[in-house]
């Protein structure tokens, strides 16, 4: 059974860190794109990055270039999102998606629980 | 990046009813479009893929149509479970865009 879990999201003070996890289970993840998506609350969905199976290439919307940072440990069938220089606009619940056609980047057709970040003095 | 326009932002209908969302990219995606159904508090749910393929195990009362700019998603016959906000969400460029959502209520 795939498997995505989410966690390290948290209450951090404007400018502040935080890494987020996304472990996975039940499918080959070093074959797989994967993506961090966000929801602001009472808002939409936004991407805000995705990662290559080998981690070769990296993108991001252009709100946190500069500020977060993609990567993945295929050996710990893991993906990260590094986010510093947090803002408030970045409070949101963080979701990690696997897009489900391996080496190629599609749908995403599993998705974590998400979790919750929190940018606030 | 590409813009997705979704219409209408939400919409009211009635059991039994028929739903139709649009969606408009800014620029030709082919049919590199999906569709996800979100209820609260809860992650999205992947209904339709490049435009008109139905996902496995999902009710066949869900249906996609369109290619290039133009796209549109049908609910043949509204459930009292399907209520909740569709997206649109293109993946034609590798910077992937959704659209604004569609909040479907029960009339």
């Known amino acids: 059974e795939v498997q995505l879990v989410e966690s390290g999201g948290g209450l951090v003070q404007p400018g502040g860190s935080l890494r987020l996890s996304c472990a996975a289970s039940?499918?080959?993840?070093?074959?797989?794109?994967m993506s961090w998506v966000r929801q602001a609350p009472g808002k939409g969905l936004e991407w805000v990055a995705n990662i290559k199976q080998d981690g070769s290439e990296k993108y991001y919307v252009d709100s946190v270039k500069g500020r977060f940072t993609i990567s993945r440990d295929n050996a710990k069938n893991s993906l990260y999102l590094q986010m510093n220089s947090l803002r408030a606009e970045d409070t949101a619940v963080y979701f990690c998606a696997r897009s489900d056609t391996p080496m190629v980047l599609s749908s995403s057709d599993f998705w974590g629980q998400g979790t919750l970040v929190a940018v606030s003095s | 990046d590409i813009q997705m326009t979704q219409s209408p932002s939400s919409l009211f209908a009635s059991v039994g009813d028929r739903v139709t969302i649009t969606c408009q990219a800014s620029q030709d995606i082919s049919n590199y479009l999906n569709w996800y159904q979100q209820k609260p508090g809860k992650a999205p749910n992947l209904l339709i893929y490049?435009?008109?393929n139905l996902e496995t195990g999902v009710p066949s009362r869900f249906s996609g149509s369109g290619s290039g700019t133009h796209f549109t998603f049908t609910i043949s016959s509204l459930q009292p479970e399907d209520i909740a906000t569709y997206y649109c969400?293109?993946?034609?460029?590798?910077?992937?865009?959704f659209g604004g959502g569609t909040k479907v209520e029960i009339k």
């Open positions: 490049d435009a008109s």
């Open positions: 039940g499918f080959t993840f070093s074959s797989h794109w």
């Open positions: 969400q293109q993946y034609d460029n590798v910077r992937l865009t």
